[in-house]
C-alpha cells in the first residue's frame, strides 16, 4: 500500500458548477476523514467516516457540501453550486480505529487543490 | 475562542542553531495530541503522538513533550531539510464527538 491516495490533484471550475473529489484510504484504515485548508490555516476538520458510516457530518460548511463512503473504502466528497469562497487545499485523511479509548494518528494524502473561477 | 494555538507564527533559524516550537490547548478530555509536518502544497506528514502529560517522543532531531496545557516540540541542530510548516492537533470531545483540531502551524526556516 502506498498511502493515501486523492483525484484529481488540481481542480479548475466556474462558479456554479459542481465538483466531486475523490479519496483512496491506506486499506487497512477503517476511519476517513475530510477537511479543508486554506493559505495559512491548519486543516479545518469537515466530516469523517467509520467504515461506511458517517459519524459526524455538523461541520460541512454549508449543505452544499456532501461526503459519501458506500462501501467503506473509498469515499466522495461532492460541492455543488461552486462558489470562489471554496477555493482551497481539500485533504483527506485516514486512520485506524482508536483502541483503548485514544485516537491514533491519522495519515494523509496530497490533498485536492480547487480553484473557482 | 481557539482551543489549539501554536507559537511563533513563523521561526527563522540558522543551521544548527536549536529552539522550540510551542502548541498551547484548552481542551478538556485529551484523546490525543499530534504533531505534523507540512511541505508547501503537500499534505501534512505525522510525526509524533502524545496521549498524557510528561510523556515524551524523540525522532532524529525533533522531541515532542507534553504537559496538562501545552506540548513542545525542540528541534536540535536543524538542518535546512527540516524547513516546514509544523503542525500540531488535539483529539477532544467536542459537542458529543471526538473532533480533531488543528493549530494554524509554525513556519520554520532554517537557513544554511
Known amino acids: 500500500d502506498t498511502g493515501v491516495s486523492q483525484n484529481p490533484r488540481h481542480k479548475i471550475t466556474k462558479r456554479g458548477q459542481n465538483v466531486t473529489f475523490r479519496c483512496d484510504p491506506i486499506?487497512?484504515?477503517?476511519?476517513l476523514y475530510w477537511y479543508r485548508q486554506t493559505l495559512g490555516q491548519g486543516p479545518e476538520f469537515l466530516t469523517y467516516?467509520?467504515?461506511?458510516?458517517?459519524?459526524?457530518k455538523s461541520r460541512l460548511l454549508s449543505d452544499r457540501f456532501s461526503a459519501e463512503r458506500p462501501k467503506g473504502s473509498f469515499s466522495t466528497l461532492e460541492i455543488q453550486r461552486t462558489e470562489q469562497g471554496d477555493s482551497a487545499m481539500y485533504l483527506c485523511?485516514?486512520?485506524?480505529?482508536?483502541?483503548?479509548?485514544?485516537?491514533?494518528?491519522?495519515?494523509f494524502g496530497p490533498g485536492t487543490r480547487l480553484t473557482v473561477l | 475562542e481557539d482551543q489549539v494555538t501554536q507559537s511563533p507564527e513563523a521561526l527563522r533559524l540558522q543551521e544548527g542553531e536549536s529552539s522550540s516550537l510551542n502548541c498551547s490547548y484548552t481542551?478538556?478530555?485529551?484523546?490525543?495530541l499530534f504533531w505534523y509536518r507540512q511541505d508547501p502544497g503537500k499534505g501534512p506528514e505525522f510525526l509524533f503522538t502524545?496521549?498524557?502529560a510528561g510523556e515524551e517522543k524523540e525522532k532524529e532531531r525533533l522531541k515532542a513533550t507534553l504537559t496538562k496545557k501545552e506540548s513542545f516540540l525542540h528541534i536540535t541542530a536543524p538542518k535546512p531539510e527540516d524547513s516546514a510548516t509544523y503542525l500540531c492537533?488535539?483529539?477532544?470531545?467536542?459537542?458529543?464527538?471526538?473532533?480533531?483540531?488543528f493549530g494554524r502551524g509554525t513556519s520554520l526556516i532554517v537557513h544554511p
Open positions: 485523511a485516514s486512520s485506524s480505529t482508536f483502541t483503548s479509548g485514544v485516537y491514533n494518528e491519522q495519515f
Open positions: 502524545l496521549y498524557s
Open positions: 467516516f467509520q467504515n461506511e458510516a458517517q459519524l459526524e
Open positions: 486499506s487497512e484504515h477503517n476511519r
Open positions: 481542551v478538556s478530555g485529551l484523546r490525543g
Open positions: 492537533a488535539v483529539q477532544a470531545p467536542s459537542g458529543g464527538s471526538y473532533i480533531p483540531t
